[in-house]
Structures are given as C-alpha cells and as structure tokens.
C-alpha cells in the first residue's frame, strides 16, 4: 500500500518525527510512504489545512496514493477539508483506540491527527501506536477480511432491464 504523508504549515517542523515514525511503523509491513511535505516551517510553498484536502483528494482518486496521514493544530481542520472531497473517508484520529475503530469499522482512507493538542512529552509513542493500530491488521489489502462490510454496504446493481424502474409521472412545464 501506498501511504502518503501530507502536512500543513503549522505542523510542518515536526514533519521529519511523524515521516520517521511513519516509516518505523509500516514499512516492515511492506507500506511504501511518500512524503508530500511540507517539509519544514519555513518552506516556500505554505500549505494550508484546504490545500492537503485538495491534494489528498487528487492522491486518493488518482490512485498515486492509497491512504493518506494528515493533521493540523487538532486535526479537526484537516478532517473537515478532507472530508469535502468525493473519494475520501478521513477519519480524527487522537489516540490508538481511535485509530483501532476506525480502521475495522469505518474502513476509510485518510485519517487526520492533532498534531498540537496533546501532542507532549512521548507524542512519538502515541503516534507508533496510532500506526500499529490503523495499518498492523493488513488494512488497505484486498480482503483483510477483518472490514466491516456491513457498516458500508455496495449498492446492488441491476441488469439492464430489471431491478427498480423510474418513476413515470407528468413533467410540469
């Protein structure tokens, strides 16, 4: 699976600790991460929490990319950008638990994360264990068979000629 990294420029200076975590974490699992900045504070292109909705959207439906880690001060903002977009479920993350639940029953692509609140001494530990919790079942493989399929059920798609048919009523003009 390919996991992109995405960060917005209030949180870009600790883009290095959350990409080498990221790494630590899921690459043993055989995850490829790429890291789409920003890369430090003072880099040139300032990316806002709107701008990695846009970007994350691009990755995920162009298929450069198959989950997306993402955050800001609380991770709020990023969770509402990414969520404006079709093709992207981005779950808030805070804590492992959160990110348990999330990947078994939501099962979305992209997961925000405050990196800000709560982020203290050992925030490098939560965020392992967030890693560990959202990628250590096999999620993103083809059937982990740990999804709950019933919380999202495909649409059920009918042959030409049967299923439910249109309305036929009088077109008002």
């Given at each position: 699976?390919?996991?992109a990294?995405?960060?917005?420029?209030?949180?870009?200076?600790?883009?290095?600790?959350?990409?080498?975590?990221?790494?630590?974490?899921?690459?043993?699992?055989?995850?490829?991460?790429?890291?789409?900045?920003?890369?430090?504070?003072d880099?040139?292109?300032?990316?806002?929490?709107?701008?990695?909705?846009?970007?994350?959207?691009?990755?995920?439906n162009?298929?450069?990319?198959?989950?997306?880690?993402?955050?800001?001060?609380?991770?709020?903002?990023a969770m509402?950008?990414?969520?404006?977009?079709?093709?992207?479920?981005?779950?808030?993350?805070?804590?492992p638990v959160?990110?348990?639940?999330?990947?078994?029953v939501?099962?979305?692509?992209?997961?925000?994360?405050?990196?800000?609140?709560?982020?203290?001494?050992?925030?490098?530990?939560?965020?392992?264990?967030?890693?560990?919790?959202?990628f250590?079942?096999?999620?993103?493989?083809?059937?982990?068979?740990?999804?709950?399929?019933?919380c999202?059920?495909r649409?059920?798609r009918?042959?030409?000629?049967?299923?439910?048919?249109?309305?036929?009523?009088?077109l008002?003009?």
């Amino acid at each position: 699976m390919k996991i992109a990294l995405i960060n917005e420029n209030s949180q870009a200076a600790k883009n290095a600790l959350i990409e080498a975590t990221l790494r630590k974490v899921v690459e043993p699992m055989g995850h490829e991460v790429v890291n789409y900045g920003m890369y430090a504070a003072d880099d040139a292109a300032q990316l806002t929490y709107v701008q990695n909705g846009i970007l994350a959207a691009v990755l995920l439906n162009s298929g450069a990319a198959d989950y997306v880690i993402t955050g800001c001060g609380t991770g709020e903002g990023a969770m509402l950008a990414l969520n404006s977009f079709p093709g992207v479920i981005c779950g808030h993350v805070e804590d492992p638990v959160d990110a348990y639940t999330f990947a078994h029953v939501n099962d979305g692509n992209a997961v925000a994360l405050p990196f800000a609140k709560g982020f203290g001494w050992g925030g490098e530990l939560n965020l392992e264990y967030i890693f560990e919790k959202l990628f250590g079942f096999g999620h993103g493989q083809e059937d982990s068979g740990r999804r709950a399929r019933h919380c999202f059920p495909r649409p059920v798609r009918h042959p030409e000629g049967s299923g439910p048919r249109p309305r036929q009523g009088r077109l008002r003009r």
